[in-house]
């Protein structure tokens, strides 16, 4: 029987300013709310229950990056180390040597950079304050402090963006030569101020000009191939790596292995339940302090829906055996027929094709 090996995400979800692209529980809160939430986070991981030894961490937001040195030395000494990896997820220009060096105390093994853009226009217009310059430093100096393993974020369909100004931020991130790069489609919904006016048809915050959705398609599409040729592969639809760099905590989620996450809005999952915590930072500080329960959602899944509808996210697949093909050989069928399933290698995987479509894809598999 193979043992569970966990990983931890810890939610920081503190901001300098608030991105208009941006849908998650984070934002520009009260300073002197940080040492209160600290004190929370430290409370709910001394309360919880490990019942595996965890062997990869996460800190996410937000802006973690930005943390005191002392709030993450004093977070980091409440778990349990050491880690196969430990990554931390950084604005571009809030790095500094005195934060990589405590970082790499700690035990910091991965940074992942939130650039999203190396075009000062896209950049100005959804609110991000660094330059390309910025974004090369940061990775000379996470290099001469050791850490290499090093994500680059980019976003496709940003407000303005062209075929002209995605493959400059397409070359500026591979002339980086990161063994990661990250590119997400825009997402448009109610939770970012430019999802919102969006779907208000309005144009502040650049609505107007964000790219349609046949372009955003194509931009990724122009991802995947210029990157393969740099030798950075798919191995997840929103996620490419060199060979042996692939994020061993992200792998996780799609694996359906369990992680316990700590925060504001952070979810977890023990390979039967999942939940999450409350969204907002100060909701969650409040019914700390208060001794209340933090959770506000908890589900009990379905292992044979979700095998499909997070594994297929995965480049190499899904294994469908005969019990998955009794309950849903006529999806198979289907969407074999239609060109956005394969085999390949004994498993089930998207096609180009399915890529593009898989939400609808993933659909089949909720009943």
């Keep these: 029987m193979k043992v569970p090996v966990a990983g931890i995400y810890i939610s920081w979800p503190f901001c300098a300013q608030k991105c208009t692209y941006c849908n998650f529980a984070s934002g520009v809160l009260p300073r002197e709310l940080e040492g209160r939430y600290l004190a929370a986070l430290l409370k709910e991981i001394s309360a919880h229950a490990f019942p595996w030894t965890p062997d990869t961490l996460y800190l996410g937001g937000g802006t973690p990056s930005a943390m005191e040195t002392g709030h993450l030395d ?43 853009s190396f075009i000062r226009q896209e950049l100005a217009r959804t609110g991000r304050k660094h330059t390309a310059e910025i974004v090369a430093q940061d990775v000379a100096l996470l290099r001469s402090r050791g850490i290499h393993n090093i994500n680059i974020d980019l ?21 980086l030569d990161p063994p990661h790069v990250s590119v997400y489609m825009l997402e448009v919904d109610d939770d970012s101020r430019l999802g919102a006016e969006i779907l208000l048809g309005g144009k502040r915050y650049g609505a107007g000009d964000v790219p349609s959705d046949d372009r955003i398609a194509d931009f990724y599409e122009t991802a995947v191939d210029r990157l393969r040729a740099h030798g950075i592969h798919r191995y997840e639809i929103s996620n490419f790596a060199r060979p042996g760099a692939e994020s061993i905590h992200n792998l996780k989620y799609w694996k359906r292995e369990p992680y316990a996450g700590f925060g504001a809005d952070a979810h977890s999952f023990d390979g039967l339940s999942r939940w999450q915590n409350v969204e907002s930072a100060q909701d969650y500080v409040a019914r700390s302090e208060r001794g209340e329960s933090l959770r506000c959602e908890e589900t009990s899944p379905d292992p044979g829906e979700e095998k ?24 198979f069928e289907h969407l074999l027929s239609n060109g956005v399933l394969e085999r390949a290698n004994g498993n089930l995987r998207l096609t180009p094709r399915g890529v593009m479509v898989s939400n609808e894809v993933f659909q089949e598999f909720i009943t």
């Design 74 to 116: 004093r977070l980091l000494e409440s778990l349990r180390g050491p880690w196969r990896e430990a990554a931390i997820e950084a604005a571009p220009g809030t790095i500094t040597s005195s934060r990589v060096d405590a970082w790499s105390r700690a035990g910091i093994s991965r940074v992942s950079l939130g650039v999203q």
């Design 155 to 175: 976003i496709a369909g940003l407000p303005g963006q062209t075929e002209t100004s995605w493959a400059e931020s397409l070359s500026e991130a591979i002339a």
């Design 308 to 331: 499909f509808f997070v594994g297929l996210r995965l480049s190499e697949g899904v294994h469908a055996d005969e019990a998955d093909w009794l309950r849903f050989g006529p999806a």
